[in-house]
């Protein structure tokens, strides 16, 4: 069976899809940061020249909530952009010819119509508070488009909507929206259901995907490599605004508390919904809808505090 790396085996999607594959019969090589430090590009290509590799899915990646994002932004950019490079340019040196790369919906300018489609990729400016990422992710998706049209090579990009589940970040600190707020939402309940401070009206809207379906996809994708276009996204197709995503947890937590609102704190872009026909002609669609994928993370959360 093929042998597949997995980088940021570590990380929340690392940590689904790893266990994945392996029950779908792959080999799967799943290094540590002590293993190989990606940002090292001697130590990137002494690693992939030493092991026999078929495929390659890039899932690991500097993040931060919009929090932390803004105090971030060149570290961010900087380790990314390093990370994808110097694994693009292994795999190539190496004659490796399959590259998933997990790129991120964050890419899409700040301005561009809804549903977010493939063909507004490149055409305007980023999102001020998480411009390092979003830049950075674009950075190595557009070297992948490049290495395929120089190398004829096959290194793909999935640009997926807010990822959510067991393994996440929920640090209050530096974890992205769902899960920080998830966190905050139990210590709350547990202090006799204290106020919580909603950022902005509630009114934006974000589209949510479980991470074990995202793993799922990727499964998904490496059994049907051919039919993948270079860049699509992958989403729920399900919009849920930040309301409602609090009412949600409040049923889910048993939060009986006053909901707040502070309309000085940032909240990103109204909407971030994507496009998913590429999605759709695949055949592919998500299983967990999203209550039940929060009562999952839930009770993940639950035990990792007890």
Sequence with gaps: MATVLVT?????LGQHLVPMLENRGYQVLAPSREDVD??????????LQANTI????????YVAGIASSKASK??????????????IRSCLDNKISTLLNVG?????????PQPLSETSLG???FEGPIEGYALSKYVVYRACAMANEQ???????????NLFGPYDNFSLETGHMLPAILHRMHQAKEQDNAPIVIWGDGSAKREFLYAPDLADFICFSLENFEALPEVMNVGSGVEVSVKEMHQHMAKITGYSGELKHDLDKPVGRLRRYLDLHHQQR????????????????YDYLRGTLE
């Design 74 to 87: 060149h570290h961010s950019f900087d380790a990314n952009v390093s990370m994808g490079m110097n694994l």
């Design 104 to 112: 991120s919906a964050t890419v899409y300018p700040s301005d561009a």
């Design 8 to 12: 940021g085996a570590s990380g929340m």
């Design 123 to 125: 055409q305007g400016a």
């Design 38 to 47: 990606l940002t090292d590009a001697a130590a990137t290509s002494t690693y």
């Design 151 to 161: 190398y004829d090579v096959a290194f793909k990009t999935i640009l997926p909507c």
């Design 282 to 297: 695949l055949g592919w669609s998500p299983k967990t809808p999203f209550e039940e994928a929060l009562a999952l993370t």
């Design 54 to 61: 078929d495929a390659v899915v890039h899932c690991a990646a």
